[in-house]
């Protein structure tokens, strides 16, 4: 365990002897791309004695949950599927919802697969599912989805992300195009990924917990930490992956803590 890691907070010593149950970002915290995090792992089997229920909430949406949970498996940290909430999750829950549905899937080939059950359609689908389609993004996917939209078509966003950090560094993600498509036909997305209320009422009911006994711990100061802290739960923030200070000191959201890195996360309840 990395016990020589700093903990800074807001406050001189952060009292979180009120929190019973742990929400775990992925991506940026645990692992960045194909490498594990220094502590990680060490961290993982800490949460897991600690007794704390306890959930990973990412808004991956790339790989499907098997998919990702193998590849974490793959690096060396033993996930289990059952452990992970992601916004293509989220989203199929929220679809389920709407009745005589069909589909227009801005997604991954491998994401799509948890949408199978849906009915889809590229000319007169009435709901659009924005997630990343990593390199495959192109003008006539997004412009057959404009029309969609113009034609009544709901939007619905698996996050708005603007940023996430990879090996190769920061890349562009899905809220640049999510904002675009909004701003071109004059309508506003559901989002059900962080940090939207759906998503952590989601969490909440997984861990059965109410909001002010569970914090979330990320490295994204809006969609991690504030909102989480807009829905009442304890937010931390982690200062890897896409953390960037000046980002930070530009943001309204305050984190309740802040950690240098994973394996600085047990001291929090020590």
Not at 245 to 269: K, M, N, R
Request: some cysteine.
């Amino acid at each position: 365990m990395a016990n020589s890691a700093e903990i800074s907070a807001n406050r001189a010593n952060p009292d979180l002897s009120h929190i019973k149950g742990l929400l775990l970002d992925l991506n940026g915290v645990f692992y960045v791309g194909n490498r594990l995090l220094p502590g990680a792992v060490e961290t993982l089997e800490a949460v897991r004695n600690s007794g704390m229920p306890f959930r990973f909430a990412t808004n991956n949406t790339t790989e499907s949950t098997g998919t990702l949970c193998q590849h974490l498996n793959d690096l060396g940290l033993p996930v289990k599927s059952e452990e992970i909430i992601s916004a293509p999750y989220a989203a199929v829950l929220h679809l389920r919802k709407r009745p005589d549905l069909k589909c227009y899937l801005l997604l991954t080939r491998e994401v799509k697969q948890e949408f199978a059950e849906f009915t889809t359609s590229e000319t007169d689908a009435n709901v659009v599912v924005m997630g990343d389609m990593d390199n495959e993004w192109n003008y006539p996917d997004l412009n057959r989805a404009f029309r969609l939209l113009m034609r009544g078509a709901e939007l619905v966003a698996l996050h708005k992300a603007k940023f996430w950090q990879w090996e190769g560094g920061l890349h562009l993600d899905i809220g640049a195009f999510v904002t675009g498509l909004e701003y071109a036909t004059d309508t506003h997305a559901s989002v059900v990924g962080k940090p939207s209320a759906m998503f952590y009422n989601l969490a909440l009911e997984e861990l059965g917990l109410p909001p002010e006994q569970v914090v979330m711990i990320g490295d994204d100061i809006e969609n991690d930490v504030g909102g989480a802290q807009a829905l009442g739960l304890t937010g931390v923030l982690v200062k890897t992956g896409k953390y960037r200070p000046h980002v930070v000191a530009q943001s309204p959201v305050v984190p309740d803590a802040v950690v240098d890195a994973v394996g600085a996360i047990p001291q929090l309840f020590a």
